[in-house]
C-alpha cells in the first residue's frame, strides 16, 4: 500500500488528469484512509469501514482515469466493471460475485509479478542450464558447457534452432459451463483444474532466442510458491482491492416505469451485500468484502442519484461532482499531461520520418472546436479531442509514408482549413465529428 499523503496522491493525479480537483481530494483521501487504518490495532481495524465513492459527471471527463491512476499509485488489485453487464439471478447475464472473482484473478497477477523480481536472477540460470542442455547434451564436459555458456551470453548463438520442453497452452483445454450453480460457480470450469494442476509440457522446436523468454517464465513458476501467492493476493483483496463501478445510473429504475426496471433494481439489490460485506466463493477460498472500495460513476443525465435504492446510497456516502470540461480544460490536455494527444501524434508521425509540430494558436483551436462542438451536438468529454485530432491529421496521417524527411507545421489555419466548416455545420457535426 502506498504511504503518499493526500496531496501528493493529488500532484501525481494531475500528472495525468486535468481539473477535477474535487474529485481528486476525496479519492486521495479514501487512499489514505485505507492506509491509515492498516496501521490501527486488530479490534478498531475491523471496525473502520471503506468510504465508498459516488462520481457524478458527464462522459469523457475523468472518472475512470481517475479510479485507474488512483490504483496504480496505490499498486492495489483494481477491477473496473460496467453495472449493465450484470442482471439479478433469473435473468440473462452475469453473477455480480464474479466482480470478486476477477479481482482475485488480478491480485494474483500483480503478485506473481512482484514475486517474479525477487527470483528473476535464480530463473534466468536455470533458463540457461536447460538451452545448454539441449545445445550440447546433460552429460557433456565441463569445458564445453563453459564454451557454450560464452557463447550463449555473447548473443552468438540465438539463430541456432534447439528442441526445448515448453509448458503446454491451455487455450486448447475444453471449458465448460455449470448452469444454475449460484454462489460455488464458477462460470467457467476448466477441465485441467479438476484433474489436478499438474502441467502439461510438449517439445518444441524454436530457435535460442525465441526460447529464452518461454524458459526464463516456465522456470520462475517452477520457483515460486502458489499457495503463498494465493494467500497474499487474497489479503490483498480484502484490504487493498479497489472496484470500480462504471454506469451505474443505468440501472437505475425511474418513477412511474416498470417492465425492464425491474431487473435494473435487481441488480442493485444484488450489489448491495458485495457493497456492505459478504462472503463470496471462488476456486482460491473465501473473500470477504467488507474492505475493499466501491467507486461508482454515472453520468445521470435521465436518472438522479437518489433513483437508487435507499440502502445503495447509504453505502456510497462521498458524492463527488464532476464538472464538464471547458476550452481552456482541453487546451491544457492537449499540452500539459504526461502523455497528451499531442504529444502522442508527433511520437507517432517520427516512426515515419516526418517532424510534425503544433503552434500554440493550432492547439486553442483544436480545443475549440472541441468545445463548440461539445456543446452543439453531445457532451463526450475529451473523448471529443481524439475526433478533432484525427480528422485534422488525417492527410498527414495518409500521406505520411510518402514525405519522410520532411517537417509539417500544424497552425491554426491548417486546423480550420480541415475541420472548420464541419464544426460549424451542426447536421454534419452529429454525424462525422
Not at 121 to 139: H, I, M, P, S, T
Not at 169 to 176: E, K, L, N, R, Y
Request: charged residues 30%.
Amino acid at each position: 500500500m502506498s504511504d503518499l499523503s493526500p496531496r501528493e496522491i493529488v500532484s501525481e493525479l494531475d500528472r495525468y488528469i486535468v481539473g477535477q480537483a474535487e474529485a481528486k481530494r476525496a479519492v486521495a483521501i479514501a487512499l489514505r484512509n485505507r492506509w491509515r487504518r492498516l496501521r490501527l490495532s486488530s479490534p478498531m481495524r475491523e471496525e473502520v469501514m471503506p468510504k465508498n465513492i459516488l462520481m457524478i459527471g458527464p462522459t469523457g471527463c475523468g472518472k475512470t482515469e481517475i479510479a485507474r491512476r488512483l490504483a496504480r499509485l496505490a499498486g492495489a488489485p483494481f477491477l473496473k466493471v460496467e453495472a449493465t453487464k450484470f442482471t439479478e439471478v433469473g435473468y440473462v447475464g452475469r453473477d455480480v460475485e464474479q466482480i470478486v472473482r476477477d479481482l482475485i484473478e488480478v491480485a494474483i497477477g500483480l503478485v506473481k509479478s512482484r514475486k517474479r523480481k525477487d527470483i528473476e536472477a535464480k530463473a534466468e540460470l536455470a533458463a540457461e542450464e536447460r538451452v545448454l542442455d539441449a545445445l550440447v547434451g546433460v552429460n557433456s564436459s565441463l569445458a564445453t558447457r563453459e564454451a557454450f555458456r560464452r557463447r550463449l551470453r555473447a548473443g552468438e548463438l540465438d539463430g541456432k534452432e534447439i528442441e526445448v520442453e515448453l509448458p503446454q497452452s491451455s487455450s486448447g483445454v475444453p471449458m465448460f459451463e455449470l448452469p444454475n450453480m449460484p454462489g460455488a460457480s464458477i462460470g467457467a470450469i476448466n477441465i485441467a483444474d479438476i484433474f489436478g494442476k499438474s502441467q502439461r509440457t510438449k517439445p518444441k522446436r524454436t530457435t535460442v532466442g525465441e526460447a529464452h523468454e518461454p524458459l526464463v517464465a516456465a522456470e520462475a513458476e517452477k520457483l515460486l510458491d502458489q499457495e503463498a501467492i494465493v494467500r497474499e493476493a487474497i489479503s490483498e483483496v480484502e484490504s487493498n482491492g479497489i472496484v470500480f463501478l462504471d454506469e451505474i445510473d443505468k440501472i437505475c429504475g425511474r418513477d412511474g416505469r416498470s417492465g425492464a426496471d425491474v431487473s435494473r433494481e435487481g441488480v442493485q439489490r444484488d450489489l448491495l451485500p458485495l457493497i456492505e460485506g459478504t462472503t463470496v466463493a471462488t476456486k482460491h477460498g473465501a473473500i470477504k468484502t467488507d474492505h475493499i472500495l466501491f467507486v461508482a460513476s454515472g453520468a445521470f443525465h435521465i436518472s438522479r442519484p437518489s433513483d437508487l435504492l435507499p440502502e445503495l446510497q447509504g453505502r456510497l456516502p462521498i458524492r463527488v461532482e464532476l464538472k464538464s470540461l471547458t476550452e481552456e480544460d482541453f487546451r491544457r490536455i492537449l499540452t500539459d499531461t504526461e502523455a497528451s494527444l499531442v504529444k502522442q501524434y508527433v511520437a507517432l508521425m517520427g516512426t515515419e520520418g516526418i517532424a510534425l509540430e503544433f503552434s500554440d494558436d493550432a492547439v486553442s483551436a483544436i480545443a475549440r472546436i472541441a468545445a463548440r462542438v461539445n456543446g452543439s451536438v453531445e457532451n463526450i468529454g475529451a473523448r471529443r479531442l481524439q475526433t478533432v485530432m484525427e480528422r485534422v491529421l488525417d492527410e498527414v496521417s495518409f500521406t505520411a509514408t510518402d514525405r519522410s524527411g520532411e517537417k509539417v507545421r500544424i497552425d491554426a489555419a491548417f486546423v480550420e482549413r480541415h475541420v472548420g466548416d464541419l464544426a460549424d455545420n451542426a447536421d454534419l457535426s452529429r454525424f462525422i465529428l
